[in-house]
């Protein structure tokens, strides 16, 4: 029997449109507060609209049309978020800067990210001093008269809204571009796991320009939820949030949870906290167990800039019996062991809707990461018979140090250029504090001196990448293939560690 | 300056794949229960997906591939629930078909859809006795050995899943097409509206095969939530679920809702009841003073099977203040009034990822209902300042009595077909027990017998469509382009019914 095909005479869509999302909270909730600062100040809903729709118009002025790429270089501040709700009105796309970065490094990522404007604070502008001619503080912004033009009233989708850098293998950081419809997946997949309840109040005190603390805003708007904001952080800060402001769920990474739990020998967490969702590097046994003693409602997950946020989740039922594990992925994503050896242990591969597509302006290395619409992460872990995963190595070497991605290679490379350095290779060494910090092993021709040395890494490197020490050896392992083996390192480093 | 698109060497995705939302559930949550049966039975996710693929695999003897049209003619049990996730396992498409239709209906849906297979029960078989040559019991299909075929793993969620008949003002009943997608985008916003708890139990009493039950399956699915299945309804079975089996949200049309309260005088409902969300036709004003006196979570909405069920929805904040009104668009949706008139009266149009692609087959039908993506609903209404919407007329003529759509232009066919019948309006008169019921005005050349017209309604329509009375009149009234004015006749009939 024949049949009739779907697509006759049906009206068929080409892109997926929503209402914008912060117009839509303004009008669903008016009144509900949307950010709750420290000092005690709330903007509702409908006056984060207004003043981001105000902002949007004030920086019209400056020739921002559909899809301008303007990069904001800001520590979290409540101007930054208006700043990013203004530019989606404009239907502009924002990258986002890392502070921590040097301005070599930051020159490179608006270079590459062929910004038309850079958006910044004074003391930043002072501080990094970035050649760029393009540059305004929001302050300046916030003094101009406004342009009368017709913002956006709808989202598409499949249009690009954010991009930020990550660095990979090869060294040379790349740009992440996401879409709106992989921030509304990431924010879906989030809410069919940990549900969502009328009072819910999400702690953001990550940085906004980096995924993790950005798509806490982005569920802000799609759930019509308050967000504590702490611009600065601080332990005590965080404590406040938790005990006192009703704070229901807190996105931390290993360091601040660490730090909440060593000063935190009285008091269980209040009852209204129902989630503390855990992302960036794997977690010490001894913070697990007190994780345990104090009943933490800990939900650790595994993600990256590339899948906008978690994409695989543990939830807390199964926070003891998977010890070590990362969890299932989320509704709406899937993933896969790639190559698995006889141990199933292979790279991780990841495919859905909240998955990027791909870096910018980078169509090889695209070729590389995708096939077939899976994602190769690069991560190497295994699936359990239950179907949970666990993440064996991050990226081969990548070193995650109190939730920063450090990139060996990239370290490599500016070492490297030091005079007579004929070898380099950057490993993690486990730290009780950081979980783990990069250490260099260093070949030279002549003898050098490690202050010197370190010195030159300052120069160049975001000081967070800086080796906290440096080894100087005659040579470095290698494989058959002549690639360094930094396992071999890694495992020498923190065996004598512990030794010691 | 120029920027470079977006599109340059990024991978571009043509749909968008999820991962089966059943297969995923098992995956997530094998052991939590999906179904539970008003005698006790319990259905967890993993074994409703064995179930499901058990019967896919039975199914697949019978020819059935991807697309394949598979009618399914069954009252609410769990066999139905049951195949219609296996036919989503064979990406096979689902006619849903109204078990209270006559067997002329149903022939007349069963030619027009090109359905390949019937799907029934021994009892409705018998019922229906219709000629249709390809059907089967699903106790039969049950018996089978299983044919080893591959089941879809994902979700493609532009391609369309289920289709169910809607008459329209024309009389010719139409096949609105839902994709995955549709009952997806959907879900999504009834979670982004309702949130979403860990112990949420959604009580399923609504047919399967209107839009209003189905897309309660659905969101089960979706949000691994627990569904209270009452295959059978009765007021009795609703307070059971409701006060003795935890159920916490719970849709129901008027008429359930004012059973319930009839008979609740001592009770109130008990607190884990957080919303009973309510479809279907306007509440009466002594309905509402008794929601308020109760204390119900009532949450009212508006929607139809073109808009996969809820599109509008009033919260329980706004129930008093805003009485009447059937809320906001949910967060994916918008909605406009179209040409309105010096009171802000116009057709009700709406778009959004829920909203359906279009009419089966009917390319001019299609043409007329939609334009740049809006779809006219054919509903009179009109928005407040404040942005709620008010309803004022469905769909000029529609009648809903109890839950069910009824046609005025459907039944007029019918009656047209009766010997000296001249001509025929047929109008909703307000009823306090069924919201409202049809009455049709009758003009003959010769005197006829209301009985025996009635007879002759019976044997063509459903039983709840045909009209409780028939009126005998000289004329009807009609407009300067010789429309039959129903509203007229209607003022006539509630009027005088106030009266009397």
New interface residues.
Partial sequence: ?K????S??????TT????H?LT?QA??HPNKVAIELVDGTCITFLQLKQKSEHFAKQLANLHIEK???VAILSSNHIDMIIAIHALSYLEA?VVLLNTRLTTRELTYQLTQS?A?LLLTTKSLQQEKKLAFSNQITFFRVKSMCIKDVSLAN?INLD??FTMMYTSGTTGAPKGV?HTYGNHWWSA?GS??NL????DDKWLLTLPLFHVGGLSILIRSV???MTVFFIEEYSITAVKHALFERKVTIASLVTLMLQQLLDKNDENLLPGHVRCILLGGGSVPEPLLRKVEAYHVPLFQSYGMTETSSQIVTLSETYAREKLGSSG??L????IKIHQADHNGVGEIIV???MVF???????EE?ERA?SD?WFHTGDLGYIDDD?FLYVVDRRTDLIISGGENIYPSEIEQVLLDYPHVKDVAVVGQGDSKWGAIPVAFVVTEKEANEADLLEFARQHLASYKVPRRIVFTETLPRNAANKVMRHRLAEELNNNKNNT
Same sequence: chains 1, 2.
Avoid at 195 to 198: C, D, I, K, N
């Fill in positions: 029997m049949h009739k095909s779907f006759e005479g049906i009206y068929l869509k997926t449109n929503i209402p999302w839509k009008s669903l899809e301008t790429r796309m062929n038309a709808d249009a690009p571009v879906v809410v069919l549900g969502l309840h009328a799609m759930y019509g299932k992925p509704l709406p994503a899937n495919k859905g809707p597509h791909g870096y910018d302006q980078l169509p695209n995708f619409g179907g």
